[in-house]
């Protein structure tokens, strides 16, 4: 006799051996049923396990690339960092040379007029 249950709230089993032969009938057919089923199991388990294998290698490869990839774009980062560090330490010291010169001509400038004004004389 063979019952199924189905998977509701009243789970009540259903006898369908009216359907189905007689499985008591012939040992040695359902033996030959569960050992098709078995390897039937085999078969899928194996597959899955080629299928796990494939897609674990996959996803290591990908997680190897975004590694690269986020070392070198730590690399560009660094880079990018001194490279601001440097221009910004130029830019200050080129301002501070031109406010040099810039001073020095206003010395230059208000010491010349000093002269002209002591050459001119008093008005």
Not at 14 to 24: F, I, L, N, R
Not at 31 to 59: F, G, N
Not at 91 to 112: E, H, P, T, V
Request: hydrophobic share 35%; glycine share 4%.
């Amino acid at each position: 006799m063979r019952v199924i249950f189905h998977n509701t709230a009243d789970a009540a089993p259903v006898d369908d051996s009216q359907d189905a032969p007689a499985e008591d009938d012939d040992p040695e057919g359902e033996l030959r049923t569960r050992d098709e089923d078995l390897d039937e199991l085999r078969a899928s388990l194996s597959s899955v396990k080629e299928d796990v294998t494939a897609m674990t290698a996959r996803i290591s490869g990908e997680l190897e690339d975004a590694r690269r990839t986020i070392g070198s774009h730590e690399r560009q980062l660094a880079c990018a960092q001194d490279l601001y560090k440097f221009s910004s330490e130029q830019s200050k010291l080129i301002a501070d040379y031109w406010q040099g010169q810039a001073a020095m001509k206003d010395q230059n400038i208000a010491f010349f007029n000093q002269k002209l004004a002591d050459v001119r004389g008093p008005h």
